[in-house]
């Protein structure tokens, strides 16, 4: 496997090369640590989204979805502290390169770009703002949301009531948020605009402890159940000092990226804060009425807050597997593998016709047809046969199935497994149980 400096910069140009993200505006010399997911990318991403959402909603019966909007009410920004220090970094600039530093980042006095002198340490808010309305003035002010869960508990009321839950509940939601931050990079590690998916789970206060432990395991399990190596994964404990002004618990669950260990997701109790003041500055009642105990409350909550930029890039790097494997003419070549769990796969199935030869085309386009509306599926008849395999291994294509002259006679294609490289003759009226069995 490659060094940890060369494994970025593979991550990054397979990206590029084969259509999973691209650097944003690039035909105007891109905009720095922003991104876009190209054909792949987005597959990839809706594909982690999906298996999310289906832990987190569909196999529970407690836990239900949102989608609010991006743009809030101002107010909400200051109930939930965002416009106060609470979510401002101290900065330092540099006055010869002007570059910005967070504090905690530096070491020493000087710039660590250019040697040059710093400003004194200022409070720089995170929040992006925007004007609402065609005339700019203060009145019109409005911000992008930072975070997407105060979308959830500004909803908790209108959720608690036309769905009748009961405690505990969840709500989750996946969706852009946006910072202004000032060390933004490692690719689409830290970016400014990027997708979160949270879960905020409402319980009764004597309950934090037991479901804080429990939420963390169950979102390690999500991560090891996608196959994530595990000699990767951790969790690490935010210590009193730095745990976030409404946290009485935190940690993070963090992947050892090839560069360094970092956070993926942090699991928080967050205690009453956010309710409490939600209720406070909007003067709405935004308390549980259990009625078994007949006594009225503002829930707790236990927040799952995860990054699906950060997921997305962890995936790839993850399965990126570096092998030997013989080329046409027997000779070992490196061999580049997304060795991505089938349901993460963007391709789930390739089909490659041998030749471009027309009757053999006819008969792999219809293989491909009788595929495609159960799986994300390819069709590729461009070179070599060997190339194309290579192709789909770099992508993370499960299976490639190939129609040579003999599918013409004995109606059988040879399905290739990515991972074991083994060719399988399965007879075409068979082939899409076949695959649907082994996709499950
Ligand atoms: P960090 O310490 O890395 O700045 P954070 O502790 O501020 O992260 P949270 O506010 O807890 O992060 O946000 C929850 C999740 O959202 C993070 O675990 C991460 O996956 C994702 N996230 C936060 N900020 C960014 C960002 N700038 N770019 C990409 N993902 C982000």
Redesign the pocket.
């Given at each position: 496997m490659p060094k940890n400096n060369d494994l970025m910069d593979k991550i990054v140009s397979l990206s590029k090369r084969r259509g999973f993200i691209f650097q944003s505006s690039e035909i105007y010399g891109g905009l720095s640590s922003s991104y876009d997911y190209g054909p792949l990318g987005v597959e990839l991403k809706n594909n982690i989204k999906k298996a999310w959402w289906k832990t987190m909603v569909q196999d529970r019966d407690n836990i239900v979805g949102l989608d609010a909007a991006i743009i809030m009410s101002p107010k909400v920004w200051e109930a939930s502290g965002h416009l106060t220090a609470g979510f401002a970094d101290p900065l330092r600039e540099c006055k010869k390169c002007h570059h910005r530093f967070r504090t905690d980042n530096l070491e020493g006095d000087k710039c660590p770009d250019c040697g040059g002198e710093l400003t004194e340490e200022r409070q720089f808010n995170l929040m992006m703002k925007t004007n609402l309305g065609v005339v700019e003035d203060e009145a019109s002010v409005a911000y992008l949301r930072a975070?997407t869960c105060q979308g959830i508990y500004c909803n908790f009321k209108n959720v608690l009531d036309s769905m009748h839950m009961k405690l505990p509940f969840g709500i989750a939601q996946i969706g852009k948020s946006f910072?202004n931050?000032i060390t933004?990079g490692n690719f689409?590690?830290?970016?400014?605009e990027?997708e979160?998916m949270e879960m905020q789970y409402f319980i009764s206060p004597d309950d934090s402890k037991k479901y804080f432990d429990e939420w963390k395991n169950m979102r390690m399990k999500w991560y090891e159940d996608l196959g994530v190596s595990k000699d990767g994964l951790k969790f690490e404990k935010h210590g009193k000092d730095d745990l976030a002004h409404y946290a009485k618990a935190a940690e993070?669950v963090i992947y050892k990226f090839p560069f360094g260990w970092?956070?993926?997701?942090?699991i928080h109790d967050r205690g009453d804060w956010d309710l409490s003041n939600h209720q406070k500055h909007s003067r709405q009642k935004l308390e549980y009425f259990d009625q078994e105990n007949n006594r009225r409350f503002v829930p707790h909550v236990i927040e799952t807050?995860?990054?699906v930029?950060?997921a997305t890039l962890m995936f790839i790097a993850d399965a990126y597997t570096e092998d030997e494997a013989p080329d046409a003419d027997g000779k070992l070549q490196t061999r580049t593998v997304l060795k991505f769990d089938k349901r993460l796969a963007p391709i789930k199935v390739a089909v490659l016709p041998l030749s471009k030869k027309e009757e053999l085309s006819k008969v792999a386009r219809e293989v491909y047809d009788g595929l495609k509306d159960e799986f994300m599926t390819w069709y590729d008849e461009t070179q070599a046969i060997g190339k194309r395999y290579r192709r789909q291994d770099e992508v993370g294509t499960p299976y490639c199935v190939t129609v040579d002259f003999e599918s013409l006679e004995d109606k059988s294609v040879t399905v290739r497994d990515r991972d074991t490289m083994k060719q399988e003759r399965i007879r075409m009226d068979e082939l899409k149980d076949y695959l649907i069995k082994k996709l499950a």
């Open positions: 975070e910072r931050e933004p689409t590690f830290r970016t400014r990027f979160q993070d970092s956070e993926l997701e942090g807050s995860g990054g930029d950060r």
